[in-house]
């Protein structure tokens, strides 16, 4: 302890911070070491009874030390006690050199010969290190939370969204589209002759078919449309905004795409049927069809053009319209 205290003061002092089961030093109101506990002297690595008499700046890593005198100076002024736990982001640094992360407690105390401030210092390192581990199992959890979501929406085979996920999307779909009095449309795609492809070449050959098809329609789809892969070899896409004519367009659009391809064993063709729905008035606010019906409707007009010639658009207004 430093002379200008009392020898009855320097007793009470050295005996309290000596006691201190934590990194405890006090310092003068020049920021000079006035007394180090074992403890401090471990935790910074200090030969014993060395520590007193240096700068608290000695303590700090290269960097912070100017700026920590400043904000000594302003404490010194106004020397108002700062528990724990107030700042979390402090570096201290060993004799060493070794950087670690700190929690200082500072508690000014006024005595016969001046004020000094007595540093309570906890060592953040394994703190630290558990918050990091944490942090690292929560992303790694987040990650493994997300592949969970993705393999129970996407189809395995085709990596696009599954049935389960297109239904999903339809329901959220539909709901806008009455929100905003906007049409909407539906389309189902079904591979033509899939079932003889299959028996002729072998599920294997059957599948890659699938998967290019998947690949070829998730190409030529417009980036808002939500295509789905709803049954063995069909897929659907909900097309937003888009009313009977822009269904119809889109429909030839990936219809022409699929039929113009190179297939690796024979030409491959698609029929495609399509529903919409449209408000032609906002107000009062319509209800939303369910989706099974709008479903319904784009599946009738699957029908019509698979049994009338395949490789085929058909949408539902026209299935009973003279031709």
Partial sequence: ?????GRDEQ????VAVEASPSPTLVADANGIIALANREAERLFGWAPGTMAGHPIEALLPDDIRTPHIANRERFAADPVGRPMGQQRDLRAQRRDGTVFPVEVGLNPVTTSRGRYVICAVVDLTE?????QRLAEQA???????????ELATTDSLTSLWNRRAFLEQLDIRLEQS???ARPMSVLILDVDHFKPYNDQYGHLAGDEVLRAAARLLRRRARRSDFLGRIGGEEFGVILDEADRVGAVRVAEHLRQAVEVAQWPRRSITVSIGAATVQFPNAVPRPESPPRSQLLSLADQALYYSKEHGRNRVTHVADVSAPH
């Fill in 1 to 5: 302890m430093s002379a200008d205290l």
């Fill in 11 to 14: 007793e009470i002092y050295r």
């Fill in 127 to 131: 703190r630290k290190l558990a918050e």
């Fill in 139 to 149: 992303s790694m959890l987040e990650q493994a939370n997300r592949k969970l979501t």
């Fill in 178 to 180: 009455v929100r905003s």
